[in-house]
């Protein structure tokens, strides 16, 4: 049965083109990197960046974060003008995050969690959603138990990371836990960790129960990913623009494409083109020449030319 392939949020990845590429790479929801509620509700510029949308981007969902009940709640009343849902981050393991207690650190004290996704809920007059991880590893994992309580708020679906804040990235994703949730809760669950392609996609569903996916490293310089795991899994007999077969034809459109998405919405960011030039080239057969011509080219434009002849040579 298919069920809906999310783009995971990711800092420093999924910028607006990023996440517009993905989604005509096969994504069916996109959501932004989580936002700090303290630089929102105190309007500084760079925190309103990170939440750019476009009307492709339907539905738009921007991702917060934050320890301080305030602040989330002034940055909800402020965003549901423009979101039609909004998320609330509870899975950031960076310690720059949970040392204010907020991301992930959160869940180690559940009753002020609570009281945030309540408030945020009351102040919203948008669906709120929210991503978890397990637990932080130091206490017992309380997902399982935190789910129910959420879902009583009235939080309208839950992504859960099958880690917890203590592993960060290490150790693999518990899918078992995962299903634990989905058996817990009448309201979605998405289901994120370690898919990479089709065939962990499927076991991913055979195991959670999981009402969608969502995909995060996996889809770094290979948003085709989504596109993929439709097809082979046989949910869309749609063809992609790219040939199948071809690594560098495929990547090749992908980096095309997210070059015209960037001039057509944010405009050619330097920092965002490198972050994907150099994940776009990865693996790929002599790709040091890439990461030379990376180096090379400081203007952006110039960086996407030469990207885009390196990844055209191959063909
Ligand atoms: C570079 C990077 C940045 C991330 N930034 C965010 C973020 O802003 N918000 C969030 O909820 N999760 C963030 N995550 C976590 C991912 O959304 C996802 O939960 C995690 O990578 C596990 O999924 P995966 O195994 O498919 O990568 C980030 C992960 C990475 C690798």
């Given amino acids: 049965m298919p069920v809906p392939l999310f783009l995971a949020p990711m800092a420093g990845v999924t910028d607006l083109p990023f996440r517009l590429l993905a989604r005509e790479c096969g994504a069916d929801l996109t ?26 981007e339907t539905p738009f969902i921007p991702q917060i974060f934050g320890g301080n009940k305030a602040e989330m709640v002034a940055s909800v009343e402020m965003l549901q003008e423009r979101a039609d849902i909004i998320d609330l981050n509870f899975g950031c393991p960076a310690p720059g995050i949970t ?75 518990d899918w078992k836990t995962i299903a634990d949730v989905a058996e817990a809760v009448e309201i979605p669950v998405i289901a994120n960790g370690d898919i990479i392609d089709a065939a962990s996609a ?16 996996g889809a770094i310089g290979r948003p085709m990913i989504f596109n993929e795991i439709k097809t082979q899994l046989g949910w869309s007999k749609k063809e ?46 002599g790709s040091k020449a890439a990461r030379t011509e990376m180096a090379r080219n400081n203007d952006a434009a110039t960086m996407a030319e030469a990207i885009k002849n390196w990844l055209s040579q191959k063909l």
């Fill in 99 to 173: 040392k204010n207690c907020a991301g992930a650190a959160l869940m180690g004290e559940p009753d002020h969690l609570i009281e945030i996704v309540s408030a945020c809920i009351e102040a919203s007059n948008v669906p709120i959603t929210a991503k978890l991880r397990m637990g932080t590893g130091y206490i017992e994992n309380n997902i399982v138990k935190l789910a129910p309580q959420l879902e009583e708020l009235g939080v309208m679906r839950l992504c859960v990371h099958g880690r917890t804040l203590k592993q960060r990235y290490t150790g693999g994703a």
């Fill in 31 to 56: 959501i932004t990197e989580f936002t700090s509620s303290a630089g929102l509700s105190r309007d500084q510029a760079n925190s309103w960046m990170k939440l750019e949308s476009d009307p492709r």
């Fill in 240 to 285: 992609s623009p790219w040939k199948e077969d071809d690594i560098f034809a495929s990547r090749l459109w992908c980096w095309n494409r997210y070059i015209e998405l960037s001039q057509e919405t944010t405009g050619l960011q330097h920092k965002w083109l490198k972050r994907h030039a150099l994940a776009f080239t990865k693996g790929l057969p």
């Fill in 202 to 217: 499927q076991a991913c569903l055979d195991e959670t129960g999981a009402a969608g996916l969502m995909i995060g490293r």
